[in-house]
Structure formats: C-alpha cells, structure tokens
C-alpha cells in the first residue's frame, strides 16, 4: 500500500511558476512510475507526464513540452512538478500518482494509487 500527499497548489497570474510536491509513504518508493494527472471542472482526468524509477526516462502531454518538468528523489519518496509560464487553461486539480508497471503509461486506469489532489488556480 503507497499513500500519497501532493502540497504546493495556490493561486498563480499567469504567466507565473509553481511546484508541486508528492510525498509517498512506504519504504518502496523507488519501485513505481510515477505520474502527475490534472483534472479542471467538468473534464475528465487527463494524463500531464511521468516520471521512470530511477529519473532515467520522463514523458510529457505532449502540448506540456517546455513548460512542465517531472523530477523525484527516491531518498525523499517525492516527485516534483515544476509548472513554468503557468496560462489560465491549466486551472484544474492535480494528482499524483503510483503504477507498479516498468514502464511509463498514460492512462488513469493504469495507476494503482492517487493522491487526494492539490488545486491550482491561474488567474488572467
């Protein structure tokens, strides 16, 4: 079982910076792909990247290319979101997430645990 607490949500202008943090309970961190999920009012969850075991592969949305970047430190069982040059379409509720599979997917479905989700409001 992998619990997980995403933080570091808020109000942003646009245009701005935020970084989210997942922290991830357990001793096996470092044995799951790990994925950022967002989800605005009314949409479905849709998939932002992921992150391999050991850094050495990342995978984006691919209209997120450049502006968000996925990295985690296994000492610290957290994965990070960097979200620059934040625009008001990325307003939505972001989760984190576990798969136990090697390799990086893209789909909800395919992930085993989330997070509860942290808010991110960029205003125009």
């Known amino acids: 079982q992998v619990q997980l607490v995403e933080s570091g949500g808020g109000l942003v202008q646009a245009g701005g910076s935020l970084k989210l943090s997942c922290v991830a309970s357990?001793?096996?961190?470092?044995?799951?792909?790990m994925g950022w999920f967002r989800q605005a009012p009314g949409a479905e969850r849709e998939f932002v990247g992921a992150?391999?075991?050991?850094?050495?592969?990342?995978y984006y949305k691919e209209s997120l290319k450049g502006r968000f970047t996925i990295s985690r430190d296994n000492a610290k069982n957290t994965v990070y979101l960097q979200m620059n040059s934040l625009k008001p379409e990325d307003t939505a509720v972001y989760y984190c997430?576990?798969?136990?599979?090697?390799?990086?997917?893209?789909?909800?479905?395919?992930?085993?645990?989330w997070g509860q989700g942290t808010q991110v409001t960029v205003s125009s």
């Open positions: 992150i391999s075991r050991s850094s050495a592969n990342t």
């Open positions: 357990g001793r096996t961190f470092s044995s799951y792909t």
């Open positions: 997430a576990a798969d136990r599979s090697y390799y990086i997917r893209n789909k909800p479905g395919e992930y085993d645990y």
